[in-house]
């Protein structure tokens, strides 16, 4: 019985938006990842975008050769059933591997910003238990869950926006000059790092695939979610230069939060930064649960076990796994670098193509047989 099959409740396609606007905001907002090319990261963010449409059509056109079943399913029907598991392991292990990662990035980002003194270990068990317990309370908990806070993003942002624009703390003129150092660079930032993460990553979204009513309107969904998500982005690179400057951008760790700590209008409004911290929180929690539910669902579908009992196993797993993966935050922040070059093209790039190659191949040879037959 397919996963769809054994589902007795569905998220809407809007659901499946909201969810997937969370995910591409989640910690891209708010990660420092090149520091290089700071003043262009608006335009390698935009290129990311557009060519992550692409990416995203890809994914959606093979899960739609195999209806109502999710990515480590069809993966065993195209590549045969050893290889299929085995990449299906992988992917168990990439979807747990991001969770860490992602845990380990809230994580910090609370202690760097309001509890420095609270032990990390305390902050990221807080924080997977949370996802954890909205899990084991079901998807269509979750996704309802994305509606409500979606309202909060949206306001947050509109505050925030305003009181940038009212403080007269942008000055656009830091944006010049525009590609100093040619296109090239910026075109190699937008593939290398900014397409995978975190437009690459939606790959996960392949394992919800039979928990939503329309499935063939995923691919709008995603259309929307990456263009809207992906526009946030873009004017994130644009305040955080034009608000603090190139120099103190590439030296801030995380430089939204320095962005609108320099927002102060009177003695009344001040650390609006705290408002914004908010939101990123909830962005990221989105993210690892969604991470998670891929991993657990993974899990479930190869070895057959009970979903709900594999929630706390992962859990455990990756609240551990996020602790000893860098013993500090620089270590941290260059391991995933290394794996923005080493370990996502082989999930978001070379895996999915060659389910797509075969998922053509398997097409064509169904119409060459049909045509035979008539």
Not at 194 to 220: D, N, W, Y
Not at 265 to 277: F, G, H, K, N
Request: proline content about 3%; charged content about 15%.
């Amino acid at each position: 019985m397919s996963h769809r099959l054994a589902n007795k409740t569905y998220i809407s396609t809007g659901q499946m938006l909201i969810l997937m606007f969370h995910f591409i905001l989640g910690n891209a907002v708010i990660i420092n990842m090149d520091s290089e090319y700071e003043r262009n990261t608006w335009i390698a963010q935009t290129i990311a975008m557009l060519v992550g449409m692409v990416l995203f059509r890809m994914y959606t056109y093979t899960a739609e050769r195999f209806p109502g079943q999710m990515l480590t399913t069809y993966a065993r029907q195209l590549v045969g059933n050893k290889g299929g598991t085995a990449i299906g392991v992988l992917y168990i292990l990439f979807f747990l591997y991001l969770t860490s990662r992602n845990l380990r990035d809230e994580t910090e980002l609370v202690r760097v910003s309001v509890l420095e003194k609270t032990p990390s270990l305390v902050v990221a068990f807080l924080m997977i238990l949370c996802a954890i317990y909205v899990l084991w309370l079901g998807f269509e908990v979750l996704a309802r869950t994305g509606q409500v806070f979606f309202v909060v993003i949206l306001i947050v942002m509109l505050l925030g926006n305003t009181l940038l624009l009212l403080s007269g703390s942008v000055h656009l003129e830091e944006l010049m000059p525009v590609m100093s150092k040619g296109f090239k660079p910026v075109l190699m930032s937008a593939l290398r790092d900014r397409l995978a993460f975190p437009f690459g990553e939606l790959i996960c979204f392949m394992m919800f695939v039979p928990s939503v009513k329309r499935p063939l309107q995923i691919t709008k969904a995603g259309y929307i979610s990456i263009l809207a998500g992906g526009t946030i982005l873009v004017e994130v690179a644009i305040l955080n230069v034009t608000v603090l400057g190139t120099d103190i951008t590439e030296r801030s760790i995380f430089p939204l939060l320095s962005t609108f700590q320099n927002v102060q209008l009177s003695e009344y409004v001040q650390r609006p930064d705290v408002i914004v911290l908010m939101s990123i929180i909830i962005g990221d929690f989105f993210k690892v649960a969604l991470f998670s539910y891929a991993a657990v669902l993974g899990i479930s579908d190869i070895f057959g076990l009970p979903y709900r009992k594999v929630l706390l196993p992962c859990g455990i797993i990756v609240l551990l796994w996020s602790q000893i993966g860098a013993t500090n935050l620089s270590e941290h922040f260059e391991f995933g670098r290394l794996s923005l070059i080493y370990v996502h093209p082989l999930f978001v790039y070379v895996f999915p193509c060659l389910f797509f190659l075969m998922a053509l191949l398997r097409r064509s040879r169904g119409r060459s047989g049909n045509f035979e037959e008539t």
